[in-house]
């Protein structure tokens, strides 16, 4: 690989990564009120329902009760506060079996 492209993507690795960890090094020492924190909290949530819903729209047009079925896995497990990654992993999995059953 050339010099000069390791040195870009080195570049641009940095400069994403400088706004990303910024704010995690501040963030204990900011006072946030306790709205700001539940929005804080929800972003993650928000985001796999950003990811997941046109996946539920996309999936197979005979079968569109396995895209549903995803989706309701996600937003049960969702429910019941699990980590981000749990509930994507749970939809996949429930998608997986029932599209090995029918």
């Not at 009120?33 to 796999?48: D, H, Q």
């Not at 996946?55 to 079968?63: M, P």
């Amino acid at each position: 690989m050339d010099k000069q492209i390791l040195v870009v993507i080195l570049g641009m690795a940095v400069v994403t990564y400088i706004p990303r960890a910024l704010p995690a090094l501040f963030i204990d020492k900011m006072e946030l009120g306790p709205r700001v924190e539940k929005f804080l909290r929800l972003i993650p949530y928000t985001a796999m329902a950003a990811l997941i819903f046109p996946g539920i729209l996309s999936t197979d047009s005979s079968e569109p009760v396995i895209g549903l079925a995803g989706g309701l896995a996600a937003v049960l497990l969702a429910y019941r506060r699990l980590p981000v990654m749990v509930c994507v992993i749970g939809a996949i999995a429930v998608d997986m079996l029932i599209y090995m059953i029918i």
